[in-house]
């Protein structure tokens, strides 16, 4: 079930919502709504990982006799039946949180931007105002690691707009989040059925998101089965056997105030035909176990993707499969990406074009992502976060509680780094 941008009075009554992989249950930007007697119920093979109920940005909601079951089958919990994102007055009467086994779902319900969660798995009543105080609050304090939110799966792909705000994905789940720099606040703003592998923006702030393409059986074009070869360079990582391969790796584009009714699939066009590149999305880091990093890395790609904005191009390769994020290279900077195999961050120069060329090693530490500071201070995502100076210095560290996938500056005045770690988004105040 999803429902979505009304205020017109709705009810439900009686309604099971079962055997899902992703979400049973998802209200977005909903009010005026009653619920009875809905019950939701989670399958082993099928829905073992599967979001019960979602609700974001909605009010004046009633859900009563709420019922959310997992079955026998199932062989460990789910963390969360309901998971709720800057919604109030939100009432829920007579709640049964069960199943047969031991391996119910830890909370019943929890508040991603408050952090506040309730345990009782059955209960006759509980009220969300919207005024409820975040449990810790944020200081923002220079040098202090400072969980933002958790509850997610595998969180990566992470780039910022122009305004300071971050996005970050999951790729399994489908989901994209944006934390807002201005309300210090997370939400949803993509489920789309297809995995999102790496995000970035153009220069009008426009979401850019690498998606996996896989064929669908029976979608025929002029009457034969739709394929997508792959790129020339993957045969230069093992990645691209043992199942990955047969699917493309494509961007589409969507505005975040309204992405359900903007996304768009980005062109793609032969590589060097966009004159006036205002920047190229890149991938972070590349696992080439036939090391050959150093010439695919500046080798140039025979098409890129264009953005919306007409001067973002995102140069098509293979290792945007894998990638866990995408970084900016402007024409006249300094690039750096990472050599995951080998564990070795390089430094590129930057054509007017887009392309790279000028391959030097710059540290002997690399894993995921990486994110470059207003100073030129290169950062590096490796178990922890290190510090490096222009000249390859290490010049300190960041010790994270989980292991981090992507970092990128953000914030309203670019100086607070944030990290996409594993289940949670956490950031750190660096000037």
């Not at 391969?245 to 996304?263: H, V």
């Not at 222009?390 to 010049?395: F, V």
């Amino acid at each position: 079930v999803y429902v979505s941008n009304t205020s017109t009075e709705g009810r439900i009554y009686a309604m099971s919502i079962e055997h899902h992989v992703r979400n049973e249950v998802r209200f977005n930007k909903v009010s005026n709504w009653k619920v009875y007697a809905m019950q939701c119920e989670e399958e082993s093979r099928e829905g073992t990982n599967c979001q019960p109920i979602e609700l974001q940005n909605c009010s004046n909601m009633v859900f009563a006799n709420l019922y959310m079951f997992r079955v026998i089958r199932l062989v460990s919990p789910y963390p969360y039946s309901v998971r709720i994102w800057n919604c109030k007055d939100i009432e829920f009467l007579n709640v049964h949180n069960f199943a047969q086994v031991k391996f119910t779902t830890d909370v019943p319900f929890y508040d991603i931007n408050t952090d506040l969660d309730v345990r009782p798995w059955e209960f006759t009543r509980l009220v969300i105002t919207g005024k409820e105080a975040r449990k810790t609050p944020l200081t923002n304090e220079k040098g202090k690691v400072e969980r933002l939110a958790t509850g997610f799966e595998f969180a990566e792909g992470m780039t910022r707009d122009s305004k300071g705000n971050i996005y970050f994905c999951e790729q399994r789940m489908r989901r994209i989040y944006k934390w807002n720099a201005e309300t210090n606040s997370i939400s949803l703003i993509g489920d789309f059925p297809w995995e999102p592998l790496s995000l970035g923006c153009d220069t009008k702030d426009n979401l850019l998101v690498v998606f996996k393409y896989r064929p669908q059986p029976g979608y025929k074009i002029n009457g034969v089965q739709e394929t997508v070869p792959d790129l020339p360079d993957a045969a230069g990582t093992s990645f691209s056997g043992w199942g990955n391969s047969g699917f493309g790796s494509w961007i589409y584009s969507i505005n975040t105030e309204n992405p359900d009714e903007s996304i768009q699939l980005l062109p793609r066009v032969p590589m060097g035909s966009v004159k006036k590149i205002a920047k190229a999305l890149y991938p972070s880091n590349k696992w080439r176990d036939y090391h050959d990093f150093n010439a695919i890395t500046v080798r140039v790609p025979e098409n890129c993707f264009v953005a919306p904005d007409g001067v973002t191009i995102i140069p098509e390769c293979y290792d945007l499969a894998r990638a866990s994020s995408l970084l900016e290279a402007f024409p006249g900077k300094p690039f750096y990406a990472a050599d995951e195999y080998d564990q070795r961050m390089v430094k590129m120069d930057v054509s007017a074009d887009g392309n790279l060329s000028n391959l030097q090693y710059f540290i002997e530490q690399a894993e995921f992502g990486s994110a470059v500071d207003s100073k030129g201070n290169v950062y590096v995502a490796d178990g922890h976060v290190y510090i490096y100076d222009q000249n390859g210095k290490k010049t300190g560290k960041i010790e994270v509680p989980e292991r981090p996938a992507s970092i990128q500056f953000g914030g309203k005045d670019g100086k607070t780094l944030f990290i996409a770690a594993r289940s949670s988004l956490y950031s750190v105040r660096v000037e």
